[in-house]
């Protein structure tokens, strides 16, 4: 009995996937549902594509001081080697050949060759990249190429059939099968804008930049990341949903940059107890986000919102949380018209305001220490100031690479005094020879020296 269930699941569970695709099915008769006429239709539109970079290889011996200790000559230069990576991308304008990928694909990229599916190999270059949401746009100066439609990932389902299709291990044009397994998940990339489709269709590494595509044939994320002890597909993969990605480029396209939406708060979570202690007299608060500060001129103070007013909601999405608003906030552009709930005194209030625009602000290791050479630095990309330094790269074999500091760690302290901004990181390396940096990342905190 039990056989015959598992029989009559695995029939109606073809069924359904030929139903879903449109494609014509029979249980008992010769005519068997694939998926191959979908497949057909939409793979040409994905692209291989190769990255190369040209790394210095630093010499075991090349410390001056260690060489004078033991009276050897100066050390020759540093040899320098090409290396090369793989990774996907999706054709989504033939005409202009924009390109959509991961940022993670294309980052310190010197030279980027995508190639079809029918074998043609063109060079492509950068048009635009996000480190925050992990999108990149390139483009390529090619005829003949097809282009995949663009879906709404906003109505995907939990349960929705989807293909992958990308360059896993360097196979190129291999397609896996599955299901949505979740929306909405966060904190896979820690410093990121997520709001990630979560599939069990296989994904491994090199499926980067591929196209996570719906039963119509429509591009409804681009796959991201895998969480994997292995590093190897265990059914739990992430897309950045079609949305977002599309919203990304056209920024990209209309700026030649990203002009990302700033409150102009600083917050922390509260869940019910938090929120009962906060005097909200509102007992069906469970969750949300608490100003613990306001900027002066921002789109916070314009709106009227004061320190202790827990947000609860932004244009009707709830609010479960700080990260949840950074994230909501920070996929928006500035400009944008958003209505704010919050709780004050016990009372649901609204209020509206346009977006401010977060002021990134860079600069390179060099300019603050030695030990940093070969790294770049930004202000936390959040909702609000006072979040620390964060590495936006550090270029493998050099003085910062050596000492483990990687590209998403943000920093905290320096020689045990906090720093909030890189105005701070500046101010506390100045004249120091040893730098302790206490740095976050993931959900661990490291102590790093540099000399």
Known sequence: MKNIRLHMAAALLILSTAVWAGIPASINGKEMPSLAPLVEEVSPAVVNIRVSQVVSQRNPLGDDAFRRFFGLPDAPPGRSREVASAGSGVIVDAENGYILTNHHVVENADEIQISLRDGQVFDAEI????????????????????????????????????????????????VTSGIVSALGRM?????GYEDFIQTDASINPGNSGGALVNMRGELVGINSAIISRTGGNVGIGFAVPSEIAQSIMRQLLDFGEIRRGLLGVSIQSVDAEAARALNTLNTDVTSGAVITSVESGSAAEKAGLELGDIIIGVNDEKIDGAAKLRNTIGLMRSGDEVDITFIRDGDRRNATTALGQQQIVQTVGAAIHPGLVGAQFANGSVTAAGTGVEVISVEAGSPAAQRDL??????????????????????????????????????????LQFR
């Open 127 to 174: 048009v635009g990249s996000d480190p925050a949401t992990d999108i990149a746009v390139i483009k390529v100066d090619a005829d003949g190429l097809k282009e995949m439609p663009i879906g709404d990932s906003d109505e995907v389902r939990v349960g929705d059939f989807v293909l992958a299709i990308g360059n896993p291990f360097g196979l190129s044009h291999t």
């Open 187 to 191: 904190g896979i990339s820690r410093d």
């Open 406 to 447: 990687r590209a998403g760690d943000v920093i905290k302290a320096v020689n045990r005094r906090a720093v909030r901004n890189l105005a701070e990181l500046n101010e506390r390396a100045e004249g120091q020879t040893i730098l302790f940096l206490l740095v976050q990342r993931g959900d661990r905190s490291l102590m």
